[in-house]
């Protein structure tokens, strides 16, 4: 049973634009969410995190928003580079347990 | 951040030999270490969490003495897949934590192949 759900498999962007990465969730118990950026046979890289508590994040280029009672958060990155281009995944925890990702949205940002 | 080192980061054995991969965090101590695997075009799935000192904890549908894992010491757990099957041929990537509230830093992974 997927708890966190991307339902965009792959997102192509123009460079200078923004990109908006999706993900819902099921499990209202999630405190914690985090997107992490993957390389193909690497593993993932922390971007950005937000606790339950707070609607939004920022740091840098990216930006990430949670809506609790939709249960649905984004990944904002603005402005998108080619070298963001990579495999996104949202990832929700339950308060002292394992993370639980989504199926990862590969994005393209094309120059 | 925290570095996870993840080794090897490449392996290819025989059907029915066992394999160790070991997943280390070296500059924190980490009370906690999972273990997930991916698919091709799949998300991440976790296969246990490990405890420093203690029993793993194994996700349902997880073979506990397939997947045999130790966490002995704060800065080192491992992964053994025993008596390997091609079908265990995937990728496998540890993360390490410091605590159960805190974010977790994944190593680089290991490309498992079984011939």
């Known amino acids: 049973d997927q708890q966190v759900k991307q339902n965009s498999p792959s997102l192509s962007v123009q460079e200078g634009r923004i990109s908006i990465l999706n993900c819902d969730y099921t499990?209202?118990?999630?405190?914690?969410f985090l997107w992490y950026k993957k390389y193909p046979a690497e593993g993932p890289t922390f971007l950005i995190s937000?606790?339950?508590?707070?609607d939004k994040n920022e740091d840098g280029r990216f930006t990430v928003f949670l809506n609790k009672s939709a249960k649905h958060l984004s990944l904002h990155i603005v402005p998108s580079q080619p070298g963001d281009s990579a495999v996104y995944f949202c990832a929700a925890r339950n308060s002292g347990y394992a993370l639980n990702f989504g199926k990862g949205t590969s994005l393209l940002v094309t120059p | 951040g925290a570095v996870v080192s993840q080794h090897p980061s490449r392996v290819i054995c025989k059907s029915g030999t066992s394999v160790k991969i070991e997943c280390r965090s070296l500059?924190?101590?980490?009370?906690?270490m999972f273990w997930y695997r991916q698919f091709p075009k799949k998300s991440l799935m976790l296969m246990a969490t490990s405890n420093e000192g203690s029993k793993a904890t194994y996700e349902q549908g997880v073979e506990k003495d397939k997947f045999l894992i130790n966490h002995a010491s704060l800065t080192l757990s491992t992964l053994t897949v025993t008596s390997a099957h091609p079908e265990d041929s995937s990728f496998y990537i540890c993360?390490?934590?410091?605590?159960?509230?805190?974010?977790?830093?994944f190593g680089q992974g290991t490309r498992l192949t079984v011939v």
């Open positions: 993360s390490a934590s410091r605590g159960p509230t805190t974010e977790a830093f």
């Open positions: 937000i606790s339950s508590i707070k």
């Open positions: 499990n209202s118990m999630f405190d914690y």
């Open positions: 500059d924190f101590q980490a009370t906690t």
